[in-house]
């Protein structure tokens, strides 16, 4: 993403947001509230389109004026209300809207891809004829994000997968995005919870009143120049535009 700004009437959300993503990378976006962490991730799903700058996808410029388009280039969005149907199992969640029939509902051949995704996932879920209401917080954001795999998106987005969830749910939820990046997919991870963050994370990027406050690696951040960046304690200008890198960019601070 480059140069990309949205205002909503008279307040402007984002203003020259720049974003990389890279296959088997877990990219953190982090800020206060308002800082656009949402207006960022709408745009890349297609909720609002963007009021200016330009979005490349696998080295081509692309626009993305709706969720349709936005799951068309490959790119799954979990957002934090996950949207699950409690009155359903998992099979008939996971495969909602995207139904596998032959003269009718083929329920063998659903239930056999669901118990292999989740396989894959190392997800812990009991059954997947068992309906979504009987499952744990950190069982129903598995069941979003495993649903959000079918199709076999590039980059898969999650909002807050850990928000309100206990110690044990979220190390769950922590495990499941580990394996999402050993999967080769790209992951962008929005949370306000720095322990979460640091341990996935491979770049943090800051977002500080709508304009990027740093882009850092994880390993060589600290807490302290995290939350400095967040709450503008230091200010970095954003990134320049560069070409396509031929692997994922390293960068700290922003000079």
């Not at 329920?107 to 059954?127: D, F, H, K, T, V």
Request: with cysteine.
């Amino acid at each position: 993403m480059r140069g990309i700004s949205k205002s909503f009437g008279k307040v402007q959300a984002l203003t020259d947001i720049h974003l990389d993503i890279f296959p088997g990378e877990v990219v953190a976006i982090v800020g206060d509230n308002g800082a656009g962490k949402s207006t960022l991730v709408k745009i890349l799903a297609g909720v609002h389109p963007a009021d200016a700058g330009e979005i490349e996808f696998e080295r081509a410029p692309v626009a993305i004026p709706d969720p349709t388009a936005s799951r068309a280039l490959g790119i799954a969005t979990v957002f934090q209300d996950l949207a699950l149907c409690d009155n359903l199992d998992v099979v008939a969640n996971l495969f909602l809207g995207r139904e596998i029939t032959r003269t009718a509902l083929d329920e063998e051949e659903m239930e056999r891809e669901a118990w292999a995704l989740l396989r894959q996932l190392s997800a812990r879920i009991p059954s997947v004829r068992v309906p979504i209401a009987a499952l744990s917080g950190g069982q129903r954001q598995t069941v979003a994000i495993a649903r959000s795999l079918i199709g076999d998106p590039r980059v898969v987005i999650l909002d807050e997968p850990t928000a309100a969830l206990g110690v044990a749910q979220t190390a769950e939820v922590l495990n499941l995005i580990e394996r999402l990046r050993e999967r080769g997919h790209g992951v962008v991870l929005i949370s306000h919870n720095m322990a979460d963050v640091q341990a996935v994370a491979d770049r943090i990027v800051v977002l500080r009143l709508g304009r990027n406050n740093g882009d850092f690696l994880a390993a060589d951040v600290g807490y302290e120049d995290i939350i400095a960046a967040i709450t503008g304690a230091t200010e970095h200008a954003r990134p320049m535009p560069e070409p396509v890198y031929p692997a994922p960019r390293r960068i700290g601070p922003v000079a």
